[in-house]
């Protein structure tokens, strides 16, 4: 059974910082698709940063510049989140794709303005 474990959110003033962590565990195969998404209240669930089939690393429009997503090895992803704003509150959560979609149990980050 493939787990996805969130670490590193938390409350943080505005222009602060937080990394989040996700390791995944469960599989003996090397993840290709691994992404960060959000989900703040009374919105979608967004798609923030992740990395694609082809390897390329995306950004949603709102983050570009600020967070930095990065891998160390295929099962370990995190999010460096730079300059964060009271809009970047949300519940945020590590998704995998193997064959099936697995999600993390999602870790929340509050700024405060």
């Known amino acids: 059974q493939v787990q996805l474990v969130e670490s590193g959110g938390g409350l943080v003033q505005a222009g602060g910082s937080l990394r989040l962590s996700c390791a995944a565990s469960?599989?003996?195969?090397?993840?290709?698709?691994m992404d960060w998404y959000r989900q703040a209240p009374g919105k979608q669930r967004e798609l923030v940063a992740g990395i694609n089939r082809g390897g390329a690393t995306n950004y949603a429009e709102s983050v570009k510049g600020r967070f930095t997503f990065s891998r160390d090895n295929a099962n370990t992803v995190y999010l460096q989140m730079n300059s964060l704003k009271p809009e970047d509150t949300a519940v945020y959560y590590c998704?995998?794709?193997?064959?099936?979609?697995?999600w993390g149990q999602g870790t929340q980050v509050t700024v405060s303005s």
């Open positions: 469960g599989t003996r195969f090397s993840i290709t698709v």
């Open positions: 998704h995998a794709r193997i064959g099936n979609d697995y």
